[in-house]
């Protein structure tokens, strides 16, 4: 536990303060686990101080093996229980049949198309029937995540959105990680600080944006999947990857 700063633990005081009383507030609320860094980090806080918050993941049929290894890991390890949503087969079809297996690199319009087919709609059908959900996104992430608040109404979802690590760092998650001894996807001991589907994320060098291993070849401002639409904002400089692992 000697890694947790006093800054550090107060910021996961306000994390478990801020899901326990979602837990208490809200008659269903769901965790959207991406399995990412923070995501594990938010695993671990829900399984451990707020079990009542149900947890889900979505497996758009592209994830790198490793994702799919760490989710059987961190169900295990922490006994906890992550419900599996899946695309519509239908709809996944008829995409391919459509544009091609690989599509998404042809153009921005194909990639949302993908991202539409195997997480939009498998995102709405897993939250459909809640009040509220939560993510592991923060505001150093990203460009498109800037103005990203604790609590927000997500007006897309009709419903309330927290982001509980909102104003943690990535050296504070990976520390939280490695206090906890927290299973994480073993990508990023291999450069990738942000993971996705495993055709849409590759590994990012030193000194580049931590989500610059996400849809590569598109502009900076346009990399979001359809999941987090309200977070957008102008473009600003960000922090650059540290390579921070365990
Ligand atoms: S990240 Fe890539 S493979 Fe995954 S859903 Fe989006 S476009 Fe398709």
Redesign the pocket.
Known sequence: MSDISPELQAKIDHSIALLQEAAGKYERVTFANSLGAEDVVLTHLIATKAPAISMFCLD?G?LPEETLTLLADIQQKLSCSIQVYYPEAADVEAYVSENGINA?YESVEL?KG??F???VKPLKRALSGHDAWITGIRREQSVTRDNVAFTERDLGNDMDKLNPLADWTEKEVWAYIRAFDVPYNQLHDRHYPSI??A??TRSVTMGEDVRSGR?WWENEELRE?GLHPGSSSPLKPRPEVSMLKP
């Open positions: 758009t592209r998404f990639r993908c991202c087919v195997r997480k996705g589907c055709p849409c849809w999947c």
